[in-house]
Structures are given as C-alpha cells and as structure tokens.
C-alpha cells in the first residue's frame, strides 16, 4: 500500500517490516484487526492498520459496512511509545538502543 501524508511518499513494499500484531482472528472475520510498524530507507516510521467490516477500521458505504486499511505516519517518539507498549523489547533495543534496567 502507498499514500501521501505531509507531501512525503509512505509505501510498505519499499520500507522495512518492523513489528506485527494481530488480533488473532482469521483475516476473513469481520472482527479482525492487526497493525504492522514500518521504517523506511530515510527513517521515517509509519503505522499500516488493517481491518474487517467490525473492526475499528470499517467504513460504510452507505448499505454496508466494509473493511479497510489506512497508513498513519509516527515520529520517532511514537514508534517508541508503541513498540514499549505492545512490548516489543527485541526490536524497541535493535531501533532506539537499550533502555535502563530498574
């Protein structure tokens, strides 16, 4: 998928695939919903969501609901704040370096 955001070019075939979740559910349920964090070759970070017709990612199209998917830019901050909290230590350290042990 590609889109624009702030005149800059976001494109997940040509970035680099840091993190996944899903729910666990199979990709045809309606409930289903995952996110993939991505880097690109210049380091910006993006967020792909993906989503079923019940999902938080639905869209209606006036009959119906529909699945979607969309890409949200992140800062560098961001990208942080999500791996901490869907606690992705392993990529958190190989992307922002090792965090203070308590």
């Known amino acids: 998928?590609?889109?624009i955001?702030?005149?800059k070019?976001?494109?997940t075939e040509t970035a680099t695939k840091l993190y996944d979740y899903?729910?666990?559910l199979y990709t045809?349920?309606?409930n289903y919903y995952s996110e993939t964090l991505y880097k690109t070759k210049k380091g910006s970070y993006f967020l792909?969501?993906?989503g079923g017709a019940m999902s938080k990612m639905s869209k209606s199209n006036g009959l119906s609901?529909?699945?979607g998917?969309?890409?949200e830019a992140f800062s560098p901050e961001e990208a942080q704040d999500y791996l901490i909290e869907h606690q992705a230590i392993d990529v958190f350290e190989f992307e922002f370096g090792f965090l203070d042990e308590a």
């Open 1 to 3: 998928m590609k889109k």
């Open 5 to 7: 955001i702030n005149d």
């Open 9 to 11: 070019l976001y494109n």
């Open 22 to 24: 899903d729910n666990g």
């Open 28 to 30: 045809t349920d309606v």
């Open 48 to 50: 792909l969501k993906e």
């Open 65 to 67: 609901k529909l699945g």
């Open 69 to 71: 998917m969309d890409i």
